[in-house]
């Protein structure tokens, strides 16, 4: 059975710590979906979603095993509908731990056949974090450093 992962995520925007999480995702699992959600017109994001998709798309476009799509369900019901069992997750630090725990308890409670699986961040990848990376963005510093595309 091909083992499937979905790697899910805001990603606003997708930085080089998540690229980290799905090139090594790829010595575990032999597709992973990078999931991008998004909350129907509730949430407003920083980079639009389809810029965004573009851009992920375009950082590996030269590998089969990786896709993107978009969701916004419940992250449990869109794993089950992809054939996926198993989440793929990065770990930076015990804010991530803390939350990442009770999420994966949940997950787990909603389809009981969803493992998560998780990465702890490579050295030199954990301090970044796309919420500080959006305020760089916004006040036009340069963040060109922390993607693995380029933005324009
Ligand atoms: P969320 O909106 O669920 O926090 P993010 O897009 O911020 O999603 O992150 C998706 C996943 O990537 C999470 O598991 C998060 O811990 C992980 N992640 C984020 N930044 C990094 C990083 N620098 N290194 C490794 N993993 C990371």
Same mark, same amino acid.
């Given at each position: 059975m091909? $083992? ?9 925007p ?6 980290d #999480? ?9 597709k #992973? #979906? ?12 920083y ?6 998709i573009?851009? /992920?798309n ?7 095993? /990786?896709?993107?799509q978009? @969701? ?8 089950k509908?992809?054939?996926?069992? @198993?989440?793929?997750?990065?770990? $930076?630090n015990?804010?991530?731990?803390e939350y990442e725990n009770?999420?994966?308890?949940v ?12 990465l ?7 301090? /970044?974090?796309?919420?500080?990376? $959006?305020?760089?963005h ?5 963040i060109?450093?922390?993607l693995?595309y380029?933005?324009?």
């Open positions: 091909e $083992r499937i992962a979905l790697f899910p995520g805001s990603f606003d997708f930085t080089r710590g998540h690229e #999480i799905v090139l090594r995702g790829l010595a575990l699992f032999d #992973i #979906i990078i999931a991008v959600g998004y909350n129907s017109g509730k949430t407003q994001r980079f639009p979603i389809d810029f965004m573009d851009k /992920i375009d950082t590996f476009k030269d590998n089969p095993a /990786i896709s993107v978009t @969701y916004s369900e419940l992250t449990a019901e869109f794993a509908k992809n054939g996926a069992n @198993y989440l793929l997750r990065g770990l $930076r015990t804010t991530d731990f009770s999420i994966s308890q997950n787990r409670y909603l389809n009981g056949d969803l493992e998560s699986v998780f702890i961040t490579s050295p030199g990848l954990a301090a /970044i974090n796309s919420s500080i990376i $959006r305020e760089v916004k006040y036009q510093g340069d060109s450093e922390f693995p380029k933005l324009s």
